[in-house]
Nanobody, 130 residues
Framework: QVQLVESGGGSVQAGGSLRLSCVLS????????MGWFRQAPGKGREGVAT???????TYADSVKGRFTISKDPAKKIMYLEMNSLKPEDSGTYYC????????????????????????WGQGTQVTVSS
């Protein structure tokens, strides 16, 4: 069974920090590409960060220098460390991963986004107040 479970969302003031966690089931932790997306009310989904099997990371321009994506192989958890948060960072954050058999460019510039909804988490809410 494929599972991705996010946690760590909450409400903070601008300038604050949060760390999101995504626990992945063992059968997909080895996926070539995984990452984080977000969606604000009334807006489309936005890619935030990706990390590939070798630890190579990419970030949306809007979060570069403030967010850090990482993963812990032993715990099978992917993290998103968010610092210097801004009100525009508010939204629901989702983790996602490719099926283990899929190998492709792990970057939003190549429009990376898992097509199968089974490979997405349920989301965790982040609210940043000014």
């Amino acid at each position: 069974q494929v599972q991705l479970v996010e946690s760590g969302g909450g409400s903070v003031q601008a300038g604050g920090s949060l760390r999101l966690s995504c626990v992945l089931s063992a059968n997909i932790y080895g996926s070539f590409c995984m990452g984080w997306f977000r969606q604000a009310p009334g807006k489309g989904r936005e890619g935030v960060a990706t990390i590939d099997k070798y630890g190579t990371t990419t970030y949306a321009d809007s979060v570069k220098g403030r967010f850090t994506i990482s993963k812990d192989p032993a715990k099978k958890i992917m993290y998103l460390e968010m610092n210097s948060l801004k009100p525009e960072d508010s939204g629901t954050y989702y983790c996602a991963a490719d099926p283990p058999s899929e190998i492709r460019l792990c970057t939003f510039l190549a429009n990376w986004a898992p097509a199968d909804q089974n490979y997405w988490g349920q989301g965790t809410q982040v609210t940043v107040s000014s």
